[in-house]
T-cell receptor
Framework: DVKVTQSSRYLVKRTGEKVFLECVQD?????MFWYRQDPGLGLRLIYF???????EKGDIPEGYSVSREKKERFSLILESASTNQTSMYLC?????????????FGPGTRLTVL | QQPVQSPQAVILREGEDAVINCSSS?????VHWYRQKHGEAPVFLMI?????EQKGHDKISASFNEKKQQSSLYLTASQLSYSGTYFC????????????FGTGTSLTVIP
């Protein structure tokens, strides 16, 4: 079974703090994704990585950056957290060369920025 | 380019049927369906690759109308275990496989 783990289930940070969310997958998948999930807005892609050190912006990259130094690990960074970044963050991975292969999700990190 | 799902939320009694619709403004290559139970990760349900295709397992099935750029998910004789949020994912044609998840539909099945 594919396993995608995220570093924290719940996180509370203050405005202006630098926040790191980490995601690890154990199936040697090429692709990794970061989404944010908000009520009524569904899942929106923040960043996509198709290989180590390679990344593409998604629909809502502003205020976020990512890092992928090893194939199994994909980090989402909030350089200076703001209250409008309070959300559920989901990481996913997939095997293949495109966006549309079956994605395996982690359990999510609920981030609250005060 | 995010597909719109309807309804946004639905409450059913056990045994009732439901239909969730997913509509895109762009031509589609494929449609995927995922379910997220409360507090859990979204899980892949099925993919539809061809216009006119219908698929299903257990009592959950889906159809893909390529001409209308729509897909529908059918849940028949709903069970308590069907509760969760359902997402469609759409692969847009002629965009290098761009893929967007929908706005989500919350489905609650009550006894």
């Amino acid at each position: 079974d594919v396993k995608v783990t995220q570093s924290s289930r719940y996180l509370v940070k203050r405005t202006g703090e630098k926040v790191f969310l980490e995601c690890v997958q154990d199936m040697d998948h090429e692709n990794m994704f970061w989404y944010r999930q908000d009520p009524g807005l569904g899942l929106r892609l923040i960043y996509f990585s198709y290989d180590v050190k390679m990344k593409e912006k998604g629909d809502i990259p502003e205020g976020y950056s990512v890092s992928r130094e090893k194939k199994e690990r994909f980090s989402l960074i909030l350089e200076s957290a703001s209250t409008n970044q309070t959300s559920m963050y989901l990481c996913a991975s997939s095997y293949g060369t495109g966006y549309a292969d079956t994605q395996y999700f982690g359990p999510g990190t609920r981030l609250t920025v005060l | 380019q995010q597909p719109v799902q309807s309804p946004q939320a639905v409450i059913l009694r056990e045994g009732e049927d439901a239909v969730i619709n997913c509509s895109s403004s762009k031509a589609l290559y494929s449609v995927h369906w995922y379910r997220q139970k409360h507090g859990e990760a979204p899980v892949f349900l099925m993919i539809l690759l061809k216009g006119g295709e219908q698929k299903g397992h257990d009592k959950i099935s889906a159809s893909f109308n390529e001409k209308k750029q729509q897909s529908s998910l059918y849940l028949t004789a709903s069970q308590l275990s069907y509760s969760g949020t359902y997402f469609c994912g759409t692969e847009i044609k002629n965009t290098g496989n761009q893929f967007y998840f929908g706005t989500g539909t919350s489905l609650t099945v009550i006894p």
